[in-house]
């Protein structure tokens, strides 16, 4: 039972390169969300998407972009990397029940931007 | 703007006795709380929720606390072990939609043998 998966776990980039984060979820959950950690800060929403298809922008949508062509994958593309987009990148699934069981969260993206 | 705050960066409290995470908001829209606890090196883990409709909630050693005049909950743990060790986190929602969740920063706790 893998739950959420997050590849990579680690990378380093330099400034204006750019990369894909892939999450994969195999618990049929209809929610996705990709949320940053950075120190002192908590957890900030990027992105999220309710379905399949869908994807909206949440509280931090700033140089990232997201897809979610299958049900169970959601990709979190940066194509200019910067070094304020250093961060711990979080992925999380849920079910519309999630208020009562939670998110799912992948074990996390450390990225590293110099 | 910061909805969700939890003010004390870290507790330390002994093996054995109460620990108490506090957690404040502003958005009045919050219907639902929820805690997470993460070690390093992983993703957050659920530990237990409230509905606004509730004022307690208790799951084992935790027990969740929620004051909605004072926009005010608290996680309490009882007794406490050293596994407890982790950052926890306070998070709210409105029970609808997306259900996004909005994360406080987090409470570094060490149980001390």
């Known amino acids: 039972n893998a739950g959420v998966t997050q590849t990579p776990k680690f990378r380093v980039l330099k400034t204006g390169q750019s990369m894909t984060l892939l999450c994969a979820q195999d618990m049929n959950h209809e929610y996705m969300y990709w949320y940053r950690q950075d120190p002192g800060m908590g957890l900030r929403l990027i992105h999220y998407s309710v379905g399949e298809g869908t994807t909206a922008k949440g509280e931090v949508p700033d140089g990232y972009n997201v897809s979610r062509l299958k049900k169970q994958n959601f990709l979190l593309g940066l194509e200019s990397a910067a070094p304020s987009q250093t961060s711990v990148y979080f992925c999380?699934?849920?079910?519309?029940?999630?208020?009562?069981?939670?998110?799912?969260f992948g074990s996390g993206t450390r990225l590293t931007v110099v | 703007d910061q909805q969700v705050k939890q003010n004390s960066p870290s507790l330390s409290v002994q093996e054995g006795r109460i620990s108490i995470l506090n957690c404040d908001y502003t958005n009045s829209m919050f219907d639902y709380f929820l805690w997470y606890k993460k070690y390093p090196a992983e993703g957050p883990t659920f530990l237990i929720s409230i509905s606004s409709i509730k004022d307690k909630n208790e799951d084992g050693r935790f027990t969740v606390f929620l004051n909605k005049s004072a926009k005010h909950l608290s996680l309490h743990i009882v007794p406490s072990q050293p596994g407890d060790s982790a950052v926890y986190f306070c998070?709210?929602?409105?029970?609808?939609?997306?259900?996004?969740?909005?994360f406080g920063q987090g409470t570094r706790l060490t149980i001390n043998p």
């Open positions: 999380a699934s849920s079910p519309p029940e999630a208020t009562v069981y939670g998110y799912t």
């Open positions: 998070a709210a929602t409105v029970h609808r939609g997306a259900q996004k969740l909005v």
